[in-house]
C-alpha cells in the first residue's frame, strides 16, 4: 500500500498551510471525473467481524466508474491532504486534481509523482 499526500509545499511535512476541502469545494464544477465531495464522511468498513463506520469527516472521494465498488477517500482532518492506493498505476486521477489545486502528489518519502511516472 503506497500513501501520498496532495500538497503545493516543498515537503508534505513541512506543509504549513495545508489545501483545505473548502478550496476543492470552491473548484467543485472543475473537479475530475470521478471525484465527490463528501461532507459527512462516514464510510462502511467491511472487516472479518462484519460491517461497522468509520468517521473520516469531511474529506473527497474518487470512484473509478469502472470499479463501483471501491472509493478512494482523500483525507482532510485539519493536515495535508492524504490518500492511500494499491499501486501507483492508480494515481492519474489524483494528478489531475493536483493540477486543477496547483499542487503537487508527494509519497511519504517526498518523492514527487507526475503523469511521466504511471
Do not use: K
Request: proline fraction near 5%; aromatic fraction near 16%.
Amino acid at each position: 500500500m503506497y500513501h501520498f499526500y496532495i500538497t503545493r509545499s516543498a515537503s508534505w511535512e513541512q506543509d504549513n498551510d495545508p489545501i483545505t476541502i473548502h478550496e476543492v469545494d470552491e473548484l467543485s464544477y472543475e473537479l475530475p471525473l470521478g471525484f465527490e465531495i463528501d461532507w459527512e464522511g462516514v464510510v462502511e468498513v467491511r472487516t472479518p467481524y462484519g460491517v461497522s463506520t468509520e468517521q473520516l469527516g469531511p474529506c473527497v472521494f474518487y470512484q473509478d466508474y469502472y470499479n463501483a465498488n471501491h472509493r478512494v477517500y482523500i483525507r482532510f482532518q485539519d493536515d495535508v491532504p492524504s490518500f492511500s492506493l494499491e499501486d501507483t498505476a492508480e494515481l492519474y486521477p489524483f494528478l489531475e486534481l493536483a493540477e486543477l489545486l496547483h499542487a503537487r502528489i508527494m509519497d511519504e518519502n517526498g518523492e514527487v509523482y507526475t503523469e511521466s511516472d504511471i
